[in-house]
């Protein structure tokens, strides 16, 4: 069965430095998203990403977040200079058409 | 987004129904409502989604009252590996980039 991967699963890093989480999508969806969970807390969704732009994007999205699809199969989500709440677990997930999503199994960012 | 109100919490027994329900009386005309499901902390995991009519498929059925003010999720022959959150989120679906809405949930413990 088709599956979104994640990598990888736990990164570690420094306060200040930048981190690029990579996903690779199931190869015929159309849609692309990020979301996030604070432990404890519930799933936020973070971006949306169709025909090569971003569609959508919460309050959380701001200009230290960036998503790319580099090459027709990965999308990646950048942090450019990471905070100490940014500390989660932060999914991708595809979907052919909106609402039918699928999800990886997260990455879980720690920053230090 | 239209409004959900899940209980916070259900028990079930191995091998009985498990019955979870969702109101969510500010849904809109072309809103589907869609369910997930999130095992302690791996990605959110779709079951099912349906408009008006009741649906099933092999994971779980689908029953919506017919104002459309809210929904039950069954399990029809609950198991251990059901134990999770199981979430109701309104969605436009494919007439929309697909942003779920997670809210808080309901946990449920299917126990032996």
């Known amino acids: 069965e088709p599956e979104v991967t994640q990598t990888p699963s736990h990164q570690v890093t420094q306060m200040g430095q930048e981190v690029i989480l990579r996903c690779v999508p199931i190869?015929?969806?159309?849609?692309f998203y990020w979301y996030r969970q604070i432990l404890g807390q519930k799933v936020e969704f973070l971006v949306s990403?169709?025909?090569?732009?971003?569609?959508?994007k919460s309050e959380i999205f701001d200009d230290q977040f960036s998503v790319e699809r580099p090459d027709g199969s990965n999308f990646t989500l950048k942090i450019r200079s990471t905070k100490l709440e940014d500390s989660a677990m932060y999914f991708c997930?595809?979907?052919?058409?909106?609402?039918?999503?699928?999800f990886g199994q997260g990455t879980r960012l720690t920053v230090v | 987004d239209a409004k959900t109100t899940q209980p916070p919490s259900m028990d079930c027994a191995e091998g009985r129904a498990a019955n979870l329900p969702c109101n969510h009386s500010?849904?809109?005309?072309?809103?589907?409502v869609y369910w997930y499901r999130q095992i302690h902390s791996q990605g959110p995991q779709y079951i099912i989604h349906?408009?008006?009519n009741n649906e099933t498929n092999e994971m779980a059925s689908l029953i919506i009252t017919e104002d459309r003010k809210s929904s039950t999720l069954i399990l029809p022959h609950a198991t251990l590996r059901d134990t999770a959150v199981y979430y109701c989120?309104?969605?436009?679906?494919?007439?929309?980039?697909?942003?779920?809405?997670f809210g808080q949930g309901t946990i449920l413990t299917v126990h032996p």
């Open positions: 989120i309104p969605n436009a679906g494919g007439t929309s980039y697909g942003k779920l809405t």
């Open positions: 990403f169709y025909n090569n732009e971003i569609s959508e």
């Open positions: 190869s015929n969806h159309l849609y």
């Open positions: 349906g408009l008006k």
């Open positions: 997930a595809s979907s052919y058409e909106g609402g039918q999503a699928f």
């Open positions: 500010t849904i809109s005309g072309n809103e589907y």
